[in-house]
């Protein structure tokens, strides 16, 4: 019989303190560089990779940690677009786009993953991964900003335990997330900086974007509705 998950004692103290901690960062790949380093202490891992997103879902930026980076390059160049990108993580991914939304970490497991499938035998395998755990960080129209993999290599499985503490963990770090692509308008920190640099209107849309993490150039391609 399975464990009951209201049985599984979990760590609140340390995971509180966890929080806490993260939500002292304002700054988004910072705060995902706390968040994937602090992880390892409630679900052990063996690497991780972290990728980041624009507003148009283009990966523009990544964490490694024990992982290559010629992997990293692999997959990102080629084992991403294979099988009609059935393995990107982005939301274009048919696998991935009818939960890109959501706030939940999912579990992956390669021991009995069909031979015939070249992901499987090109980049799963040659690394040894054995399981991963996926989950992304959103921004506050709900698009997956932070895309996270967390794998194990042969034997260690993830286990319920580690599930749970991952998707509670998750409702709370997603939200701290989020606020940092919140604009709270005309506040009076936002006035002084007007009144004190002089900032014209085009200079502050500009502020504005940047803060959202689009690019001009990016807001530009979409009005002209080119695919950048």
């Known amino acids: ?20 901690a ?9 705060f995902c560089n706390k968040v994937v380093k602090g992880l390892a202490e409630f679900i052990p891992y063996d690497q991780a990779r972290v990728y980041y997103t624009d507003a148009n879902g283009h990966i523009y930026d990544q964490t490694l940690i024990g992982a290559s980076k010629a992997w990293s390059s692999l997959y990102l160049d080629y084992f991403s677009k294979v099988d009609g990108g059935r393995y990107a993580i982005t ?23 069909d031979l015939d499938d070249e992901f499987v035998t090109g980049y ?14 959103h921004d506050a129209n709900r698009f997956p900003r932070a895309n996270f993999g967390l794998d ?6 993830f ?9 509670t ?6 939200n701290l997330f989020k606020n940092m692509y919140v604009k709270v308008r005309d506040t009076g920190y936002e006035r002084y900086i007007r009144e004190q640099y002089h900032l014209t209107k085009r200079e502050n849309e500009i502020a504005d974007m940047l803060c959202r993490g689009i690019t001009p150039a990016e807001r530009l391609l979409d009005h002209l509705g080119h695919d950048a």
């Not at 939960?99 to 021991?111: D, G, P």
């Not at 395998?125 to 054995?130: K, L, T």
């Not at 286990?159 to 998707?167: E, F, G, S």
């Not at 963990?169 to 997603?174: K, P, R, T």
Request: proline share 6%; hydrophobic share 40%.
């Open 1 to 20: 019989m399975g464990t009951n998950t209201t049985d599984i004692q979990l760590p609140w103290g340390k995971m509180n303190e966890f929080i806490l």
């Open 22 to 30: 993260c939500g002292n960062i304002r700054e988004p790949k910072a």
């Open 91 to 113: 939301e274009k991914s048919p696998t991935l786009s009818a939960r890109a939304s959501e706030t939940r970490a999912y579990v992956r497991y390669w021991m009995d993953a």
């Open 124 to 137: 799963i395998r040659p690394q040894g991964i054995c399981c991963g755990i996926g989950f992304a960080l």
């Open 152 to 157: 194990r290599m042969e034997p260690r499985l």
């Open 159 to 167: 286990t319920q335990r580690d599930l749970l503490v991952m998707n």
């Open 169 to 174: 963990l998750l409702q709370h770090l997603d």
